[in-house]
């Protein structure tokens, strides 16, 4: 399994970016997909994820509710997480994860 993201940069406040991770190597529409993030001297945390199978569910974290939308191209095997309204709290490294895989993070960067 491999899970490659990318669409980080740097954006001023108020902004937007489309982190996308493309993933191969697994039945991709059958798993739950997640966005995770790590800010410097924190810990990882759960930022969105998407339900695999027919139902597509989604859950946010409260900060990131109305701002953020995660969604799924299983023709593609590409999650996406639209960020809209972006803070300079919401600076982190952005990371793809299923199962036991991790991707390699993409850096988001959210100044002035």
């Known amino acids: 399994v491999q899970l490659v993201e990318s669409g980080g940069g740097l954006v001023q406040p108020g902004g937007s970016l489309r982190l996308s991770c493309a993933a191969s190597?697994?039945?991709?529409?059958?798993?739950?997909m997640n966005w995770y993030r790590q800010a410097p001297g924190n810990e990882r945390e759960l930022v969105a994820y998407?339900?695999?199978?027919?139902?597509?569910?989604?859950y946010y974290t409260n900060s990131v509710k109305g701002r953020f939308t995660i969604s799924r191209d299983n023709a593609n095997s590409t999650v996406y997480l639209q960020m809209n309204s972006l803070k300079s709290e919401d600076t982190a490294v952005y990371y793809c994860?299923?199962?036991?895989?991790w991707g390699q993070g993409t850096q988001v960067t959210v100044s002035s």
């Open positions: 994860q299923t199962g036991m895989k």
């Open positions: 190597g697994l039945i991709f529409s059958l798993y739950t």
């Open positions: 998407i339900t695999g199978g027919d139902s597509s569910s989604t």
